[in-house]
């Protein structure tokens, strides 16, 4: 089709704004923050946003690390969103040989599937977006959330809650991926996720049911050191991660493709004497593409922690982080942005990201090639071609897969979700935690084009359903047309519009002590003895 005067003045912002944002991405790459811990990345997009006439609130929907900035003054909202958080465990200094960043525990947060690219790519097609309305005149209205916690699915399902969507009349969503392409049919899942925390009775209140009727040693002169304990919260802790492992073949049949995992939060304990701890916690998260799948894991969990608490002679509480609802197609959205993609790219990247991934070749042990990268960098996929793909991975009857809260997005406004492609080694694959790959989300000649592509396509595609009335008309008709064809149960958020996030659980995350500025595990790696 080409594009509208409108259209090539947001590209051209972008180019103009290539330099700030280069500069601005490696920033929030070198914070590495992770989910509800992003402060300092937070507040560089609400300084920036700030800075360029955006209306900001800040901590929206009672997330100290979520945003909502706000441009324009009537005319179609379009809706975007930024993230920023980090995933623990995966550090890696932008250099071709494995190696953290300088100073920081090797297992220290890092970029794996490059949020911080994310983040800059929504960041850059909002402020273009916003630039090509103010230089070539007309209405429109920009909206850009700071969405903290995504590899939790914590943010949306709580600004969806609490209504920060209902204004929106479309929604961009990008993320940087494998390949060049749109969404078509199959999104991503239900995700669910809850901390269940495990408390001992004796240490709760002074009527609690003691663990025994009596001492038995009492005048034997024992000493109190030898008296008869509550089993405690870590014994529960335990037992309910068994439990959960002999549950799990029977929670749902493996007739389509689910998964559930834990991990364990944090605890004052390690300081204790010879007395049980008094508290644990352990979160549980788990994906289906049924409601109904989600639901009967859920009772199982219930009924698996209500009995490992009697064992232990505790008491149990659960405690909701997330529930996000699958994602809802758009046609009309997706070819939309597929036509600016194949008109916008691929992209080409400079010598020096070459140069690098060949270095990166030889620390692998192979030759370096004259194209290091996974051929889907240089072709834009048709979403058809790409659905297709997909589907061929998933049962007959299952429509969607894997967790991302942005399907959030999707009941509210006509949505598109597309890809941007990073350069990924040939010799690793699809392996965005590999740390070869991690390496090149900070270098700039290999980052900056996959988020600048991004930024062109997202001010594209907004200045065009801002332009186009017939466009986002049909859009529209589509949205209210699937969501009508979805089940009643997932139409409206699945939370409840007062739901607390829970922002103050002991999530991981920098400290700064008298040792200095560190992560929370401290930066050794004398562990002991090996056995």
Known sequence: MGLTERQRAGVAAVEELGKELSEFHRLIWSYAEPAWREYRSAQAYVDLLKAEGFEVEVGSGDMPTAFHARWGDGGPAIGMYSEYDASPGYSQDTVPYRQPRPGLHPWAPGFTDAHSALGVGALAGALATKRAIERTGGRGVVHLFGEPAEKVCGSKPVHAAKGYYDELDAVISYHPLFENTAVWDIHNCLYWSAVFTFQCFEAQRDDAPPWIDGDPLEGSGMGAHNSVRSPGALDALGLMITATKYAKENMFPRTGLWSLNEAILGAANATADNLPPRITQIQFSWRSPLIGVQEQILEVLRRNARHVAGLANCEVSMRWVTRTRPGLKNHVMAQATYENLLELGPRRFAPEAYEFARELERTLGHEPSDDPFRPMLHQVTDPRDHDAATRATLPPWQDCTGADDCTEYTWHAPTVRFYTAKPLLRVVGEDLNHWANNAMNGLAPAIDPVWGYAGEVIA????????????????????????????????????????????????????????????????????????
């Open 460 to 531: 594209a595609t907004a200045l065009r359903l801002i332009d186009d009335s017939g466009l986002l008309g049909a859009a529209t008709e589509e949205f209210r047309r699937n969501r009508e064809a979805a089940p009643e149960a997932l139409r409206d958020p699945l939370l409840p519009r007062d739901f607390a996030p829970p922002v103050e659980l002991p999530w991981p995350e920098y400290v700064t002590t008298a040792r200095g500025f560190e992560w929370q595990l401290p930066t050794t790696t004398d562990f002991g003895e090996k056995l």
